[in-house]
């Protein structure tokens, strides 16, 4: 009995880990299944993803080099703009000292030309590295792309070769990668294609902007230039006849003020003869008095010294012996025709003192007017 309970049991043991085999067996089956399925799904999306992040950095780096290209090219913009401005300047400048008579400087022309060729050169190679740097980037891109893409073979090579369907199934996934490479290869061409064509537009639609504006500038300037000869030429013009209206009006008032002192100097002229003319008359005046001054006291003087001679006579007989009374009478007479005659010399003496007093207060008169007349001729000089 035990014999065949231990028998059962074992045959029962047999029959459960039987069926746990084939459990297993069918489970590691379906395991098996969906870890491949699951294994070239996983290759799949990586192999998506790889892809959509190789795109999403291209783009990013496109986008990339085209910014960095409209910097590059506002700058260059910004530098021809600037030097623009300052042959702008330089050209008014130019105009000015031509409108004021000054000679154009010839080293500073040749100078500026040489400044322009530079940036014209300058912007050329610009725009040579510009596009360089976009095919190597372009380059570089597709050998990333290129080792990225070897990498993800090497690599499902190697999972491939853990088992036959494995191998499979990465054969698979190389094929519809594979598939996938060329539709994105053919997709990428047909991009950079459309880039380069959109590039070539917008480049060829900047040179055309570029020149319309220069030529709006040009033709901009020439009329500002015109404006501003036509304002000089006005401003030149009303200027002149400022200057003209000027010399006019100063002629005028130098016409009209040298008449003004010829006409003060012929009044004060007139004057100074008239005061010549009574200054010589109060001379003569005083002159002809003073001479009949002199006339009267010489006669006075003669009548005087007549006198004092008889009286001396009158006295010397008198003093002779045998006087009678009619020489007694007689030096009475004498005595007092002495006296009349001492009275006349005193009244004599004190006219010409008189006199002299008057001639003295005459000449101080004539000095003070020969004063005025000089300070009058030095105040005329």
Known sequence: MREELEAERKRRMEQVASGEDEDSRTTSEAKKGVNEELLHLFAFHDSK???ESEQTRQKVEEAKDIMHAELLRRSAQKTVDAEVEKERKRKLEELEKMMRGEGENEMEIAKTSENLSKVQNDLKNAFKIATKSKENKSVATKKKSEDSKEQLLQTIRRHSAV????????KEQQQRIAEYDERMRGMMSDNSRDLLVNVQEQLLGLFSKLKRDKDVEKVMKMDQTK??????????????????ADREA??????????????????????????LLNVQKQLLDTCGHLQNENLKQNAKLVQFLKARQSVLSDIRNRGSPGCSTADENRRKSVDLGEFNRAEKGRK??????????????????????????EFKMHSDI
């Open 250 to 275: 100063n002629a005028e008032r130098a016409r009209r003020i040298k008449e003004d002192k010829k006409r003060d100097e012929d009044v004060e002229r007139q004057e100074t003869v008239e005061l």
């Open 49 to 51: 993803y790889q892809t």
């Open 348 to 373: 004599l003496s004190m006219v010409g003192d008189l006199t002299e007093f008057q001639r003295q207060e005459k000449g101080r008169k004539l000095s003070i007017i020969g004063e005025q007349f």
């Open 163 to 170: 088992s036959s369907v494995k191998e499979m199934s990465s």
């Open 227 to 244: 404006e501003n000869k036509a304002r000089m030429q006005e401003e030149l013009i009303r200027t002149a006849s400022s200057k003209i």
